[in-house]
């Protein structure tokens, strides 16, 4: 009887003649994972991961089942990760052995609470598992000593146990970026197939995208005039770059509009990047709205084939891998999108953020490639305030144990340094990590408009002044007051009349953005009505602007909206401050503008000054206090005695949510390839595939608005997709113009399913 052979993956061949072995597949994972644990100090501790992730494969259960000769479902993670908890009790490194317990654990189905209701790691380790063979012992060659980093730092404020926890998932996101890697390495060879998986690295790039980001600098300031701000934002630049040799760590770029922030960080993440060696450059974006502009003006410098761009927007899966998009085939787009190997990523809030507490597989995978990268976040100040504190725990821990480099960029800082802020960015000297010079003389030079406090103004108010100007932009607080206003508007005659609102589709927005920059430029009239999706970074430049009143942020935000460019007189460049007569705030912006009226007694002198604008934020957070972590995230990670963990990693990754709307979407079909698409649905595309596509075609709105809308037959759910797809029927409810009307949804449509 010859010797049993134990396989990893089978293929149809049932005679195992092309079928991976275990111990290969174990070995080529362990080398693959303990790569990227390197990079900041756990190799061991992922190669042990990558070594008896797949334990439970030498079981004869398992082995049944791959030959077809046995029923599906074997259990093959719990065994390896009972295995590593046994080891750890046996080298004293319990601590350890927990984290790579959860990683081997959820290396397929994701990471496991440790307790509670089910599919926990505590309930996997009752239940009895197949009989291994101990051949394991003789095929598996790991080392369970010195697992923990060697340079690893802990906390001195109770942070151990969420410091432990995102070592947890970085180990864990080099095991399944490894396991999945080599998993399909094996099936493409054996179909013959090549994937297209490579991308340059920064460090071989570095002196090429450095001479590019040069030239272009030097063509931009040879082309532009001569003026007082050109000449400010060169200085910020050199300034800034000047400052790429400090030591890695946080670092805080505090630049009015205008002043050039976007080159300037990114000059500064090269020079940066290349004195320390680093390997990656990852821009992250609060909004879609501005993402694509920013990703567009990077191609432009560095060239197209460093960028990945990776937004939901974009997160568009082609069925054909010989498309290009800006010279790189889709295929390699959508493969760099799982796991980030591009030397420059350009990204969201809520795509990084919400990846470094997720639980899935698919949303950790690229982690791992975070570690020793420069991450700018532009206007770092948008964080939404109900995961402020997890947030900036995060983004600390990388910067004290993953090598990385964080640039918080904004032109309203929010106070977020220790020990101000509780809880907030270890910076021992915070003006030698501030990279721009002088920011209180920044904002007095680049002050570019005046603020005018109007007090209450109705409507009819809004009306009469906008009538009074060619080119205008109002912002107020709600999507219902933008509409009666913008009607309000339209009633009185007003030509050139915009209406800018989350009641219209991405796609829409896009062309009626584009629209307005079309009129701005060529003097035409423009007269905007919109909600707060045209303030923070979106380019665009009106002579005037009125703005219902809110956060002092957003108010300072929306003043960026005003002679952007400087080309007008400041005194004539105005930017009114009004309370709405008809509108009563929504809750969320009533308590902010509670905050700035506080404020506003002491600096009312300087509405937008760095010292008014530290103060309402401090404001803020006192007043919000527990709310900066709404779901408790930081109290869902402990250590008890003896290293035991008790890591609710899946329930924080389910209520982990930067956006939480409570909203429910309606796909607007009018357009071509929305209904192409869910023709493409009905015939068999993948609904995962679909739901991407369909991004760019969706309207949020409150569920009861859409219940009645589907109660009365304006809208219906796609049959045989449960309710994943609500498509409005009833097109006389949307117009380019308004959005949706989701106010009409009760008069009586048609009903039925699709």
């Known amino acids: 009887m010859g010797e049993v052979l134990y396989y990893a993956h089978s293929t149809k061949n049932t005679d195992g003649s092309d079928w991976q072995r275990l111990a290969d597949h174990l070995q080529q994972v362990t080398r693959l994972a303990a790569a990227r644990g390197d990079k900041f100090g756990a190799g061991r501790a992922a190669a042990l991961a990558g070594w008896l992730h797949d334990l439970g494969k030498y079981a004869a259960a398992f082995q049944n089942y791959i030959s077809h000769r046995g029923p599906g479902g074997v259990d093959h993670s719990t065994a390896g990760a009972k295995e590593v908890i046994a080891l750890g009790l046996k080298e004293g490194d319990g601590l350890m052995a927990e984290l790579i317990a959860y990683a081997i654990a959820g290396h397929h189905a994701g990471l496991p609470d440790k307790s509670g209701d089910a599919s926990t790691l505590a309930d996997r380790f009752e239940k009895p598992l197949e009989p291994l063979d101990a051949r394991w012992r003789r095929e598996v060659d790991f080392d369970a000593t010195e697992l923990m980093p060697k340079d690893f730092t802990w906390r001195r404020d109770g942070r151990h146990a969420f410091q432990a926890a995102l070592l947890g998932r970085m180990i864990f ?29 920064l460090p071989d790039q570095m002196d090429r995208l450095i001479a590019a980001f040069d030239a272009y600098m030097a063509d931009k300031q040879r082309s532009a005039a001569l003026t007082p701000l050109n000449q400010l934002r060169g200085e910020i630049l050199t300034h800034v770059r000047a400052r790429a040799a400090l030591p890695r760590g946080v670092f805080t770029l505090n630049v009015p509009t205008g002043g050039g922030k976007t080159l300037a960080s990114l000059g500064f993440a090269l020079d940066h990047a290349k004195r320390w060696g680093m390997e990656r450059i990852i821009y992250s974006i609060p909004f879609t709205s501005i993402i694509e502009q920013t990703a567009s003006i990077f191609r432009e410098v560095l060239g197209n084939n460093v960028i990945l761009e990776h937004h939901a927007s974009i997160e568009q899966t082609s069925s054909k891998d010989d498309e290009f998009r800006d010279g790189i085939s889709d295929a390699r787009l959508r493969l ?137 932009l109002v912002i107020v607080n709600s999507r219902q007051h933008a509409l009666m206003l913008y009607q309000a508007c339209e009633a009185a005659g007003l030509a050139g009349l915009i209406h800018l609102t989350t009641r219209q589709t991405a796609a829409d927005r896009r062309v009626i953005l584009a629209d307005a920059r079309q009129r701005l430029t060529h003097g035409q009239l423009c007269r905007v009505v919109a909600t707060s999706l045209v303030e923070a970074g979106v380019d665009i430049d009106f002579p005037r602007v009125w703005r219902a009143q809110a956060g002092l942020d957003q108010m300072m935000q929306a003043a960026g909206r005003c002679n952007r460019e400087g080309r007008r007189l400041v005194r004539d460049s105005i930017v009114t401050i009004f309370e709405p007569a008809e509108a009563k ?85 009018v357009d071509d390839q929305a209904k192409a698409t869910l023709v493409a649905l009905k015939g068999g595309m993948p609904p995962g595939m679909a739901a991407r596509e369909l991004q760019n075609f969706v309207v949020q709105v409150r569920p009861r608005d859409r219940r009645l809308l589907l109660g009365n037959g304006h809208v219906r759910f796609v049959e045989g997709f449960g309710d994943q797809f609500a498509v409005l029927m009833t097109e006389s409810l949307y117009s380019r113009e308004t959005g949706l009307l989701w106010e009409r949804g009760d008069e009586l449509g048609f009903g039925g399913i699709i």
């Open 336 to 472: 760099a999108m799982e796991n980030w190997p591009a030397p420059v990523v350009v990204t969201t809030n809520v795509q990084l953020l919400e990846s470094l507490f997720a639980s899935r597989t698919s949303r950790c995978r690229k982690l791992h490639n975070l570690a020793n990268a420069v991450i700018i976040l532009d206007e770092a100040q948008t964080i939404p305030l109900h995961v402020l504190k997890p947030c900036v725990a995060v983004l600390d821990e990388l910067a004290l144990n993953y090598g990385c480099t964080i640039v918080l960029c904004t032109a309203t800082q929010p106070a977020l340094i220790a020990p101000s802020f509780d809880g907030g960015f270890q910076i021992v000297d915070p003006d030698e990590r501030e990279l721009a010079p002088d920011p209180p003389r920044l904002h007095r030079e680049l002050k570019r408009t005046t603020e005018r406090l109007a007090g209450t103004m109705t409507d009819d108010d809004l009306v009469h002044e906008m009538a009074a100007v060619e080119q205008g």
């Open 585 to 669: 705030p929504p809750p969320e912006i009533a308590g902010l503008i509670d905050d700035t009226s506080r404020i506003l007694r002491e600096h009312r002198s300087d509405l937008f000054s760095p010292r008014a604008i530290e103060a309402y934020f401090r404001e803020v957070y006192w007043r919000k206090d527990k709310g900066l972590d709404k779901r408790a995230v930081m109290q869902r990670f402990l250590i008890g005695v003896g290293d035991k963990t008790d890591f609710a990693y899946r329930s924080v990754a389910e209520e982990f949510r930067l956006i939480e709307s409570g909203m429910a979407p309606v796909i607007i079909a």
């Open 173 to 201: 996101s080099c095991l399944v970026d490894a396991d999945f890697l080599e998993t399909e390495a094996f099936y493409a060879s054996v179909d013959g197939n090549e994937i297209d998986r490579e991308w340059p690295k």
